[in-house]
């Protein structure tokens, strides 16, 4: 009988019964496993045929093994978690991870991509800016370096795209305060940072119309990345102007969120749903923060670990099939609801 023929290191983690870093570690490095992992890896081996690309890569001096992974804004405690992740991720596997933040700007953001091209990293798991992204540098990039994009979507650019499903955030958040109270406006900026944040204000509007509910849309003034300082300011105009819809407010992430309960704090407004409450208060992500604020915060999450899992096992793939894809792909993970005491 012939040898099994092994088409990807994932096959042949399922074969050999070791787990997918394990043998991308061992291939990086024979003497990072233990001694008898490192005997089971090689008799599969020689059991099977099959000598995986990413070996050839680290052959070639010109290549490194490190993995550039760059985000929006690190101080935004949602990037930062998501980056821990991947940078975890990335370390078991043997790789070499190099962290970087564009601090919302996009000539940041190009040099940030012009630095890595420099470095030739064996791939890049990149968050983009979005809307204030230079689209056409990136696809530039993406053409030179095996490239995955995660959180921020770009039509069409990358190997392949994976992030959360918007559309899921807000159904859920939408039909429960429908299904317990008042039916929610929706408190987002007037000129957003991220492009998530236009898919949330479609979902808005789709999600009431199915539900035969009116639909409002409040826009605060305010750019950057200052979220909480922007849903502040907006909040106290909105209730200096007595200009509330309903007495229910989604927001559209949690940071604006944030800054909302701190105006109502100020103004001595009860948030919650007992005796006593002036409003009702709910958002999206699950920041980090979010269970400690007063009250408790509402919120949808994000699936961090499926997000952070997902980018990496597929830049791998990536890097494996010598920086190419057969087809673009694209993964999003849906949220789940999380129920606390502001709604």
């Not at 940078?87 to 790789?95: H, L, V």
């Not at 955030?169 to 406006?185: D, H, I, M, N, W």
């Not at 509910?213 to 200052?226: C, L, R």
Request: glycine share 6%.
């Amino acid at each position: 009988m012939g040898q099994v023929k092994i088409r990807n290191m994932e096959e042949f983690a399922a074969l050999s019964g070791i787990s997918r870093p394990t043998v991308s570690k061992y291939f990086h490095d024979p003497d990072s496993v233990r001694s008898s992992t490192r005997k089971r890896i090689e008799e599969a081996l020689e059991q099977y045929d099959y000598r995986p690309n990413v070996y050839a890569v680290n052959q070639n001096r010109k290549l490194t093994k490190t993995i550039g992974i760059v985000v929006p804004y690190l101080a935004d405690p949602f990037f930062a978690e998501i980056a821990r992740n991947i940078e975890q991720r990335c370390i078991d596997a043997g790789y070499q991870p190099s962290l970087f933040s564009s601090h919302g700007s996009q000539a940041h953001e190009n040099d940030i991509l012009d630095g890595l091209r420099a470095l030739k990293p064996a791939g890049v798991l990149l968050a983009p800016l979005g809307r204030a992204s230079d689209r056409k540098h990136i696809e530039q990039f993406c053409a030179d370096v095996p490239t995955v994009l995660f959180d921020s979507y770009l039509e069409g650019i990358g190997e392949a795209f994976v992030g959360s499903d918007n559309f899921s955030f807000v159904q859920q958040s939408v039909e429960y305060l429908c299904r317990t109270g008042e039916a929610p406006f929706l408190f987002e900026m007037r000129t957003p940072a991220n492009p998530n944040a236009n898919k949330r204000r479609n979902a808005y509007l789709e999600v009431m119309q199915q539900l035969g509910q009116e639909p409002h849309v409040v826009k605060i003034d305010g750019e950057g990345w200052a979220f909480e300082e922007i849903g502040r300011r907006g909040a106290h105009q909105l209730f200096e102007e007595k200009a509330l819809p309903t007495n229910t407010i989604l927001c559209s992430n949690d940071r604006l969120a944030i800054g909302l309960l701190s105006a109502c704090y100020e103004r001595g407004l009860r948030v919650g749903r007992g005796e006593g409450c002036a409003l009702r208060v709910a958002s999206h992500d699950d920041h980090p923060f979010s269970q400690f604020t007063c009250p408790a915060l509402t919120t949808v999450a994000h699936d961090y670990d499926s997000v952070s899992s997902r980018s990496v096992e597929t830049l791998f793939e990536v890097i494996e099939n010598d920086g190419k894809l057969p087809e673009r792909t694209e993964t999003l993970f849906p949220a789940r609801l999380v129920l606390r005491a502001s709604a």
